[in-house]
């Protein structure tokens, strides 16, 4: 049954059949070309094959489907046709199906394996132990670059192994790593085994992120393991394994032990069977990634470079200026494009670092396995340690990492809310004198209204906070730049896991105390949908910045002694319910067991101040597009709906009071002006009753009643659905105080004590006690979080996940919100 020779499907001439043994190319094609049923053992047909014409007709499984020529050519199989019998056998009449179909799967059982590692790992021993051969075992010495062949069979398999020259790379530096990574891109084989010198894990694992962003099956042959026990070092290769998504298997090559074990794990990641295996991205970081996509995306418009390569290792390589790799590409009808693509990207990138592209994607690949190694290998304690590590150590270290990154995360929230006091203030007077000078030079009327009240009033109550958020999202660039960002997510991995995450979730819920809105935008770092999808759902509770002026105005209203601790009660319990509902949406809706991967530890830099900036202005930006639209948009909505309707039949004749007060000679000016202010306010106040949000507000009071709240609460809740920044600045109006006067916030808070139900059984009673107050904090922080966040929600996963967040958010709210308030009044 030997007799039969592998051809590629597009050898097959019209009307000849052949069986499949097997399909090479790569990713959405052999993803593509398996669903059509071009499975190894399956029949085929040609239908219609004339040279040079493309695409060629196929029948399988019954159907009719065509393929391009250069598709055809990743088919392998074995035909009936007697041409394709190898010469000196006689051919002996039509063979039977059932021949063919033996000898396909013979054929198919058949394993191409390439051994690639690091010159000494062992690759020529494990190839000779394997092979009974005596290759010349040593340094891998002299100028001919060649590759031996051998033959093993273990399990009803034959292997056909090629023991390839050593390298440290696989880039075009040298013949033999040219060689090497010609075999692999032509040759195809099934699987490469990956050789690795156990002793010199951080120079071998190098390769092997080449490897791995080749998007190629791999299996990792942990050679020397006799001298990493030797030297007292534990590796958790297991755990390594399944974070780099290949099987990895001990070997003492010298001693032959372990072998079988590899070649039965070949034998399993060949059919498929095994769990390990799976394609990882290693991360480089957002400039790199960046720049990989847009390279990536016209790649892609050649579909037969990406039916062989993945466009991420072309994309990669391309990125590194590697020629070899454009030489490949220089077929492409759109290389012209391809190239200047490389050349801005490349511009741009060695701006940002200073450094040569190539060296900046080398030491992400080394920030990758520092981390991979972190969490898996034990040095022997003599070892000799780089000062990096030493660094690592330290800031990563079990018991000191802790309170170092607490520490860290204490300076930035003090300082953004310290340093950002006094551009707050600025910002705040300049509104005022903006909206002041409107008023002062335009006539009245609707128009000058909507300008002052709802845009200037609306958006200027939520720039104050500009200052704030940059400041927050400088010391996050800043921590990012240089790397202790991903140390910081080392140090919290143990603790996110426990809720079902991991330590890279913990960078966008950081992100979350400043704004929701890019800390959602950040959850696209996490590589595993579920992992982003249940970050996203909880930032909402990470109680984000602009919920802030809420607590300061109840908290130094209703809690004038405990100030400090209240508010940060507030903020732990958002906290502990993101990790209630972290938990249970890991049990309900995300039940699946988890995968786990590596943290890079990329190395660290002094960013310059230049750069920090870019990327703080970035993360700013969205803050800033979300007041020019969704804020805006919302400030006007809000201000018409408390506008109108305009023709209000007061309970009373205010203008008259008013007119009366102005004409009292008995009163001195400031006392005329204070009073009549006073009315002006009680009349906005009922014409805000009587407005259409007013009606709204009445119209949800029964839902919140439970909760202690009344319809003024209510109309603020409906509008802090815009922003929750609004939620102050509508209270400011329902609760008639005075902005403009300059004991505003203390006038607020008197206003606020002396509420009293205007209805219902509690009319007359005061709506705000402290535990009220602590109730709608609660609620604010929990409720809803914001339309700009919904609609990023929506734009990082589906309208479905943010129809969702909508809802448990807002429910959730509801309910703790009604339990502190009912179970807070049997004791208070
Ligand atoms: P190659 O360059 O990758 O082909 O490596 P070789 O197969 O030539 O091996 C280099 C040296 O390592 C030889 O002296 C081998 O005897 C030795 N060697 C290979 N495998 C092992 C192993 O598992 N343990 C130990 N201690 N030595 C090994
Ligand atoms: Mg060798």
Redo the contacts with the bound molecule.
């Keep these: 049954m030997e007799k039969l020779k592998v051809l590629n499907l597009s050898d097959l001439k019209t009307g000849e059949t052949g069986i499949i043994t097997k399909v090479v190319g790569h990713g959405a094609f052999r993803k593509r070309i398996t669903e059509m049923g071009f499975v190894k053992g399956k029949k085929v047909k040609v239908i219609k094959n004339a040279p040079l014409q493309d695409p060629v007709e196929y029948e399988i499984m019954d159907y009719k489907v065509s393929l391009r020529r250069t598709e055809a050519q990743l088919v392998e199989v074995i035909a009936a046709d007697k041409t394709n019998f190898i010469e000196d056998v006689k051919f002996e009449g039509t063979i039977d199906e059932e021949t063919l179909k033996l000898t396909a799967g013979e054929k198919s059982r058949t394993i191409n394996v390439a051994l690639v ?1 690091n ?7 494990l190839y000779n132990f394997a092979s009974g051969s005596h290759e010349r ?4 010495g002299g100028v001919t670059v060649d590759a031996r062949e051998a033959t093993f069979k273990q399990s009803s398999y034959t292997f056909k192994i090629v023991d390839l020259p ?1 390298t440290y790379s696989i880039t075009e530096y040298t013949p033999e790593e040219l060689f090497v990574r010609t075999h692999i891109t032509e040759k195809n084989p099934d699987i490469i085994v990956n ?1 690795i010198d156990a002793s010199n894990l951080e120079r071998n694992l190098y390769l092997t992120t080449q490897l791995i962003d080749m998007n190629i099956k791999v299996v990792i042959a942990l ?5 990493l026990e030797k030297k007292n070092a534990k590796l958790d290769y297991k755990a390594l394994g399944k974070m780099i998504g290949i099987p990895i298997i001990p ?4 001693k032959g032990k372990g072998i079988s074990e590899l070649f039965d794990k070949l034998i399993e990641v060949y059919e498929d069977k095994d769990t390990i295996v799976r394609h990882i991205h290693i991360n480089y970081g957002n400039n790199i990634e960046t720049a990989i996509a847009h390279i990536q995306i016209l790649i892609k418009e050649n579909k037969e470079i990406t039916d062989k390569f993945s466009s991420r290792y072309l994309a990669i390589k391309l990125l590194e200026t590697d020629s070899a790799t454009l030489n490949q590409l220089s077929q492409c009808s759109n290389i012209e494009k391809i190239k200047k693509q490389i050349e801005t990207e490349i511009k741009i990138l060695e701006k940002e670092y200073k450094e040569k592209s190539g060296t900046i994607i080398t030491d992400a690949k080394y920030g990758f396995i520092a981390g991979a190694l972190n969490e898996t290998f034990k040095p022997c304690i003599e070892g000799k340690r780089k000062k990096i590590t030493q660094i690592d150590d330290f800031l990563t270290h079990r018991f000191f990492g802790f309170p170092i990154f607490i520490f860290f995360m204490w300076l930035m929230f003090q300082v953004t809310f310290t340093v950002g006091s006094y551009p707050m203030d600025l910002i705040d007077s300049g509104v005022g004198w903006l909206g002041e000078l409107i008023e002062n030079s335009m006539a009245e009327g609707p128009l000058r209204d909507l300008l002052v009240d709802g845009i200037i009033g609306g958006v200027g109550g939520v720039i104050i906070f500009l200052p704030n958020i940059l400041i927050l999202f400088f010391f996050i660039s800043f921590m990012e730049d240089t790397g202790y960002m991903a140390r910081a997510s080392f140090i919290m991995d143990k603790l996110m896991h426990k809720i079902g995450l991991h330590g890279k979730s913990f960078i966008p819920m950081l992100m979350g105390f400043g704004c929701n809105v890019p800390a959602i935008m950040a959850t696209r770092t996490l590589e595993n949908k579920k992992d982003r999808l249940l970050t996203m759902m909880i930032i909402p509770l990470m109680s984000c910045s602009a919920r802030l002026p809420v607590y300061v105005l109840l908290i130094s209203t209703f809690f004038p002694e405990n100030q400090g601790l209240v508010l940060i009660s507030i903020y732990i319990i958002g906290v502990i319910v993101a990790v209630l509902v972290a938990l249970a949406m890991k049990k309900i809706l995300f039940a699946k067991q988890d995968v786990p991967f590596v943290m890079e530890l990329p190395p660290y830099r002094i960013p310059t101040l230049k750069n920090t900036s870019i990327h703080m202005w970035h993360k700013g930006a969205q803050y800033i597009k979300k007041m020019g639209s969704v804020i805006l948009l919302a400030s006007i909505i809000i201000w018409a709906l408390g506008y109108f309707p305009r023709n209000v039949k007061y309970s009373a004749n205010y203008d008259e009071q008013i007119a009366v007060i102005k004409s009292d000679n008995n009163l001195t000016d400031s006392l005329k002006k204070e009073q009549s202010n006073k009315i002006e306010l009680i009349k906005q106040s009922e014409k805000q009753e009587k407005s259409y949000i007013g009606q709204m507000g009445h119209f949800i009071e029964p839902v919140i009643r439970p909760l202690g709240f009344d319809w003024k609460i209510g109309v603020s809740i409906i509008t802090g659905l815009a922003a929750k920044e609004i939620v102050v600045s509508t209270m400011g109006v329902l609760y008639q105080a005075d902005f403009s006067n300059n004991e505003s916030s203390a006038n607020m808070q008197n206003r606020l004590k002396e509420q009293t139900f205007s209805q219902g059984e509690l009319k007359g009673q005061k709506v705000f006690t402290p535990l009220t107050a602590y109730a709608m904090m609660l609620f604010v922080l929990i409720y809803f979080p914001c339309i700009a966040v919904i609609a990023a929600i929506k734009k990082e996963s589906d309208i479905k996940w943010a129809v969702f967040t909508m809802i448990y958010t807002t429910g959730l709210a509801w309910l703790i919100a009604f339990l502190t308030y009912q179970i807070g009044s049997l004791f208070i």
């Design positions: 590692g010159p000494n790992s062992g690759k020529t021993t075992v040593g340094n891998y050593g050789v050679n020397m393991y006799d001298e070997t003492v090559a010298s």
